[in-house]
């Protein structure tokens, strides 16, 4: 398995607390993304990062922003959560990008209950 | 946005039929990856795709990526219960940005009863 633990892999939480799921690897990749996963919905792409304090948007950033500060961490934040963001989130990694052969690896997800 | 239109959205299988499935496109990409997502699991690379017309295989599975570069499909042979999951194809358009992976829907094999 590709070294990449997410943490929490669950948590249950309020609506309107902030809320902070990390991303941790150890195989120096520079590229990192979360997705979340939604039933009917597949994954979609929230936040990546093409390396440190380089981060841009997916297809569903709004209310959602990240951080990079090592390679090895990539932090995604719910700055006040809502229902809405009920989902499994899950973290991945590629060594490279889109035209030089990009292999996203995934980590084990958060679930994460907005209530 | 960009969008992949993944097909069947799931289907049956009896063990020893062949399966086959495809993402296609509305422009062109330059990367084609296939996915198997068991429950509970994060999903797992099965075969990764750069070249058009390319052919690659992976045991019983053989993927290839389409000549227009807007299409892909993934071909499992003889298959077996543990085939049974969720299947997805992922790709990076070739003008967009190169972190931009964007996932299809999902195909979902499951056994017949």
């Known amino acids: 398995d590709a070294g990449i633990t997410q943490s929490p892999r669950h948590k249950v939480t309020e609506t309107g607390t902030p809320v902070t799921l990390r991303c941790h690897q150890t195989?120096?990749?520079?590229?990192m993304y979360w997705y979340r996963q939604d039933p009917g919905h597949g994954l979609r792409l929230i936040h990546y990062s093409y390396g440190v304090k380089d981060t841009d948007k997916g297809e569903v950033s709004d209310g959602y922003s990240v951080s990079r500060s090592k390679t090895e961490d990539f932090l995604l934040t719910l700055e006040s959560a809502t229902s809405s963001q009920t989902s499994v989130y899950f973290c991945a990694i590629s060594e490279s990008g889109g035209s030089s052969g990009v292999r996203a690896f995934f980590g084990q997800g958060t679930r994460l209950t907005v209530v | 946005g960009q969008q992949l239109n993944q097909s069947p959205q799931s289907m049956f299988i009896q063990e020893g039929e062949d399966v086959s499935m495809n993402c296609t496109s509305s422009s062109i990409f330059n990367t084609w990856l296939w996915y198997k997502q068991d429950p509970g699991e994060g999903p797992v690379l099965l075969i990764a795709?750069?070249?058009?017309?390319e052919l690659t295989s992976n045991g019983r599975l053989t993927a290839q990526f389409g000549i227009t570069r807007k299409d892909s499909f993934l071909n499992i042979s003889a298959s077996i219960p543990s085939d049974v999951g969720i299947y997805f194809c992922?790709?990076?358009?070739?003008?967009?940005?190169?972190?931009?992976?964007?996932f299809g829907k999902g195909t979902k094999l499951s056994v017949k009863p």
């Open positions: 195989e120096n990749h520079r590229y």
């Open positions: 992922a790709g990076t358009d070739y003008g967009g940005s190169q972190g931009n992976l964007i």
């Open positions: 795709l750069y070249k058009a017309g």
